[in-house]
């Protein structure tokens, strides 16, 4: 598997980069389309969120592989003062700067598994899976590239 990309988050060109590195990894993973682009989008909603209300910290994307199954990973750090009501951050109507109110909640929506941890000694970490199952192609593909 390849390895991790990590990309410091403090400016919207920050946030640019790791997009377009989340995208690129996407398709070298062979997610079908339009994963790509949602994986984009919501890696663009989290570093939106560091830079808005924290100003920085770190965007790390990496592959990860279960049984019958492959993801990219994207674990979103900062080290800001936490989210005070995580449940209320999920929700499509909580904005917590004047915002749409969108980001948390739609970056939910566009991967498959999504998690939040947040306290105010150690800053907030979200966790975002894209899972894609392995279909029989790919699977005899892989099993002749190991052969080769």
Do not use: C, Q
Not at 4 to 18: G, K, M, N, S, Y
Not at 36 to 62: D, M, W
């Amino acid at each position: 598997m390849e390895d991790e990309v990590r990309v410091a988050i403090t400016t919207d060109a920050d946030l640019v980069t790791a997009r377009a590195e989340g995208r690129a990894m996407a398709e070298r993973l062979g997610f079908p389309r339009p994963d790509p682009t949602l994986i984009a989008t919501a890696i663009s909603e989290v570093a939106r969120n560091i830079v808005v209300h924290v100003g920085r910290g770190e965007i790390v994307l990496k592959p990860f592989e279960e049984a019958g199954r492959y993801g990219l990973v994207v674990i979103a750090t900062d080290d800001g003062p936490g989210i005070r009501d995580v449940e209320a951050a999920v929700r499509d109507d909580y904005s917590g700067r004047g915002g749409l109110g969108l980001g948390l909640p739609g970056a939910r929506r566009l991967m498959d598994d999504f998690e939040i941890d947040s306290s105010a000694d150690s800053g907030t970490t979200v966790t975002m899976t894209k899972w894609r199952f392995r279909d029989e192609l790919a699977s005899l593909r892989e099993e002749r590239r190991r052969r080769a």
